[in-house]
């Protein structure tokens, strides 16, 4: 079965400074993992996903994340963040499920807070 | 392109009445998921659609939650009774095709259901 860990509940950062976000998965078989972004009262919104080749993905926003699968981790960075980054980031694993189809699992969330 | 539609966006009701909440996905999207997000954690899958046919059901607590998705396109999701602990966001989400491993889900804004 697969799980996502997402170590941090809450991570604030002054403005302008470097940030990482958490994420651990584990999975039996091959994953694609993403990475979301969810604004107050707002659904959630693709930051950015990795499917196969190069493990470092740039997403919008000035959002990377690396793909390093002997830690059976997708850590999320920026290397500045700004004010409107506040916002809850949540990491998503996908498999195939025994069934044929996709099923996909999402982490508790980060809280990002950037302060002024 | 319009994205997905929710309504209502907000609903408030008393225990043990019943609920409604519609979701109209991307035109063209074969596969529909209703996610249950509670304060606080990452969205669970409730139920997911590929065209009319249900795929994944096994976390829908059946015996008040239902959900339908006739003619393959617009969903409704019914609570009855409704508890205090179905307070949550309900996210629909749509993706293009059938059983695709690296679609991307687009999310509608949720309904957040307060039941007092």
């Known amino acids: 079965a697969q799980s996502v860990t997402q170590l941090d509940s809450q991570v604030p950062v002054f403005e302008e400074a470097p940030v990482e976000l958490r994420c651990n998965y584990s999975s039996s078989v091959s994953v694609y993992l993403f990475w979301y972004v969810q604004y107050p009262n707002q659904g959630l919104q693709l930051l950015l996903k990795?499917?196969?080749?190069?493990?470092l993905v740039k997403g919008i926003n000035g959002f990377e994340a690396e793909f390093n699968k002997s830690q059976t981790s997708f850590h999320l960075r920026k290397p500045s963040v700004h004010i409107s980054d506040t916002a809850e980031y949540f990491c998503?694993?996908?498999?195939?499920?025994?069934?044929?189809?996709?099923?996909?699992?999402f982490g508790t969330g980060t809280k990002l807070q950037v302060i002024p | 392109e319009a994205g997905v539609a929710q309504s209502p966006r907000y609903k408030i009701i008393e225990k043990r009445q019943s609920v409604a909440f519609w979701c109209n996905p991307i035109?063209?999207?074969?596969?529909l998921y209703w996610y249950q997000q509670i304060l606080g954690q990452g969205p669970k899958l409730l139920i997911q659609f590929q065209n009319n046919g249900v795929v994944d059901d096994s976390q829908l607590p059946k015996d008040r939650f239902s959900a339908e998705r006739l003619k393959g396109v617009d969903s409704t999701l019914k609570i009855q009774p409704a508890k205090l602990e179905d307070s949550a966001v309900y996210l629909c989400a749509s993706s293009l095709s059938v059983g695709g491993l690296t679609d991307t889900q687009y999310f509608g804004p949720g309904t957040r259901l307060t039941v007092l």
């Open positions: 998503a694993v996908r498999d195939e499920h025994s069934g044929g189809y996709q099923k996909v699992t």
């Open positions: 990795y499917l196969s080749g190069s493990t």
């Open positions: 035109s063209g999207h074969a596969t």
